[in-house]
């Protein structure tokens, strides 16, 4: 979904953790308490939100905000709850765009925190501009997995086997871009059919 920020660490794909879901929720209670009414939205996304998902057992959340220049005021609070921003050499601001998509590459930014060895968990945190593409993508990319249970099936085992076979974070990523740009295609058609919309009720 992103390009890779991380320095180098292992890659473990696990089996799906059904306390994911209320990690998650305490999470994201807890950055709304601590960043007030700048959030618009606060969502679990990425594997972990995906009920019978295979993923690292790294939660993926996303804050999404009106104007990204908040999010320079994050790093205090962020701090606290033990998230940091990268060095510079790995700090990135701009999401992958998926293949195809011709919208300009700068409507793709996002603020990234990450949260390592930390006693609530390890966590991503993505912070991205209310109605931009990438912050519509990370929604739809879960919403689509959870409405089609065969691709859960199938996205989770090629997971378990590119983990097996590659050990380093940054190609795997690069090998799995490709694979999730192909599942954007089909949902963004899903999304098209059924009039899907990011944080619609239901």
């Given amino acids: 979904?992103?390009?890779?920020?991380?320095?180098?660490?292992?890659?473990?794909?696990?089996?799906?953790?059904?306390?994911?879901?209320?990690?998650?929720?305490?999470?994201?209670?807890?950055?709304?308490?601590?960043?007030?009414?700048?959030?618009?939205?606060?969502?679990?996304?990425?594997?972990?939100?995906?009920?019978?998902?295979?993923?690292?057992?790294?939660?993926?959340?996303?804050?999404?905000?009106?104007?990204?220049?908040?999010?320079?005021?994050?790093?205090?609070?962020?701090?606290?709850?033990?998230?940091?921003?990268?060095?510079?050499?790995?700090?990135?601001?701009?999401?992958h765009v998926p293949a195809g998509e011709q919208t300009d590459p700068g409507l793709w930014t996002n603020r990234f925190w990450s949260r390592r060895d930390h006693p609530a968990g390890d966590a991503n945190l993505h912070v991205r501009r209310t109605g931009s593409p990438n912050e519509r993508l990370a929604l739809l990319f879960r919403d689509w997995l959870r409405a089609h249970p065969l691709a859960i099936a199938g996205y989770s085992q090629f997971k378990l086997e590119l983990a097996r076979s590659v050990t380093d974070l940054e190609r795997y990523s690069d090998i799995k871009d490709p694979v999730v740009d192909v599942i954007v295609a089909a949902a963004a058609q899903w999304a098209a059919d059924t009039g899907w919309r990011p944080h619609q009720p239901g």
């Fill in 1 to 95: 979904m992103s390009d890779n920020p991380l320095p180098a660490e292992p890659v473990v794909v696990s089996r799906y953790d059904p306390d994911w879901p209320a990690r998650a929720a305490t999470e994201l209670a807890a950055l709304r308490a601590a960043l007030g009414p700048v959030v618009v939205a606060a969502d679990h996304i990425g594997s972990t939100s995906i009920p019978g998902m295979a993923a690292k057992d790294i939660l993926d959340l996303q804050l999404s905000v009106a104007d990204l220049a908040a999010a320079d005021a994050f790093r205090g609070p962020l701090g606290r709850l033990g998230y940091v921003r990268l060095p510079s050499e790995y700090e990135y601001e701009y999401d």
